[in-house]
């Protein structure tokens, strides 16, 4: 069993950089693949970007957001930059007990609260 707890949302203009975090529970987070989701008010939830074991990276948004993770503090993280309003969303962190993540939010069992990111134009 994971639990998990994002924080660091929060309102910023275009342009502007966010970090988000994603503090999980239990003994066994470096042998989950994590991901980061979004949901836009009426959009269907999207993928963000992962990090599996290995730390390989994948990503859908390319070159503005940084997926890392640290195994000793049970986190993982989602760095934004060069945000825009489109980028506006409320964010998931996800965990899959697997070797490797997918971009499919039903391959994901464990699913933190949320924490929202609004972009000002």
């Known amino acids: 069993q994971v639990q998990l707890a994002e924080s660091g949302g929060g309102l910023v203009q275009a342009g502007g950089s966010l970090s988000l975090s994603c503090a999980a529970s239990?003994?066994?987070?470096?042998?989950?693949?994590m991901a980061w989701f979004r949901q836009a008010p009426g959009k269907e939830r999207e993928f963000v970007a992962g990090i599996d074991v290995s730390h390989n990276t994948y990503y859908s948004v390319k070159g503005r957001f940084t997926i890392s993770r640290d195994n000793a503090k049970n986190t993982v993280y989602l760095q934004m930059n060069s945000l825009k309003p489109e980028d506006t969303a409320v964010y998931y962190c996800?965990?899959?007990?697997?070797?490797?993540?997918?971009?499919?939010?039903?391959?994901?069992?464990?699913w933190g609260q949320g924490t929202r990111v609004t972009v000002s134009s």
């Open positions: 996800a965990a899959r007990s697997a070797y490797i993540g997918t971009m499919q939010p039903n391959d994901y069992y464990y």
């Open positions: 239990g003994r066994t987070f470096s042998s989950y693949a």
